[in-house]
């Protein structure tokens, strides 16, 4: 039986999944509705620019009478013909660049909600690794209480120590053990819900790397910051030019037409056109000024949110630097804690000088400060990611 046992324990260990931070992006990428989603409205904008700039179908005509002259025999008599307009120059082709300009910088801009989601992501990868490194540190540390604890039981049955005291430390113990509880529990949520989220499948043996994460600096390099951004920009205005040459041309289409008459006793055709004199008309002119105050509007809107989003940018990098500022501090201090306060609150303890409320008090400053360090580690990384977000940064 034992054996068997070994032998399960063996093969899930062996088969047992393990991903890493590019595991997740993948898997997220190729499982996320919101790619997929943005992938068939280019698509759908791109069939919709060809049906708006299509040419337009040839018309068929015709018309019957019936015809009674004063003199010769009535009958009957019709016609029937066709009609195209056609598009002069390359005017199809400069509408479809205006509606396909116009549909890129829009397809840029709804990148921006991938490229949040995968940050978000990312942010929630780190958050899981620091919160089961936490956790398997407060483990540890519950365990050296559980033996110190019980050194404490033989102390008492013994008559070292009080009965009181002896609660107190057991008190403690209880307290840690909700505690490790709790940070177990949050653990395991946040590793269903990451999983949930990339569309990696889910296995008890499933686990992820941590190996990957970002180390922590206090200056990140940017590379082509806003591109998104500046590409759309780029691209409406493309539009907006392609729109003033669309409307400076002076001929931009005609129509034909055939048609074949019958009549009573003769045949007819003829073949006949229309063209648009637009100097008649401001229509063009009105065009134009229409897309000149776009253009200068674009250029307007785009200039106050870069100096919105070089604020913002400015403001995510010194609270980055903060963070790593208190978190250097908050390690030193718990370094120091840790191997000069505690070992003389515990040997003054020992001698009696201490009540062991004070040493127990001692011992969750230390876990206070580890926390602090985490949850300052979170902040970095939550500030990382919304300063790659903004920035509009695809890191890796």
Sequence with gaps: MKHIILWVL????????TYTLNNVLKSATQHSTLTKALEQEGLALASKNYADTSSSPIELFGEGTKAYPELGSHGYEYTIGMSKTLMLNDIQEQEQRITHLSNQAYLLEEEKNILNFKNGLKNMYHHYCLDRMNYGSFKQSYREFVKLYKKKQKAYKYQEISKTELMQFEIEKNRL????????????????????????????????????????????????????????????LQSTQETLD????????????????????????????SLPLHFTSKKHEHQRVAAMHKSSA???KHEEKMRASERLLSQLKSE???????????????????????PLIKKSYNLGETSVIEYLLSRQKSYQLREEIY????????TLFKLYTLSETKDY
């Design 177 to 236: 053990y909700a505690q490790l509880e709790e940070m177990k529990m949050q653990n395991d949520t946040s590793k269903q819900n990451l999983l949930m989220l990339s569309g990696l499948s889910y296995k008890q043996s499933s686990k992820f790397s941590c190996k990957d994460m970002r180390p922590i600096r206090s200056k990140v390099r940017l590379q082509k910051a806003f591109n998104l951004s500046k590409e759309a920009y780029k691209k409406r």
């Design 246 to 273: 669309r409307y400076a041309n002076k001929l931009d289409s005609i129509d034909l037409s055939v048609q074949y008459g019958k009549e009573l006793d003769m045949d007819k055709y003829s073949v006949g056109f």
């Design 375 to 382: 949850r300052t580690k979170k902040s970095y990384y939550h």
């Design 298 to 300: 674009i250029s307007y």
């Design 10 to 17: 063996v093969l899930e260990f062996t088969y047992a999944s």
């Design 320 to 342: 980055l630097k903060m963070n790593v500022v208190m978190l250097k501090t908050l390690q030193h201090n718990h370094k120091n804690y840790k191997k000069n306060f505690l």
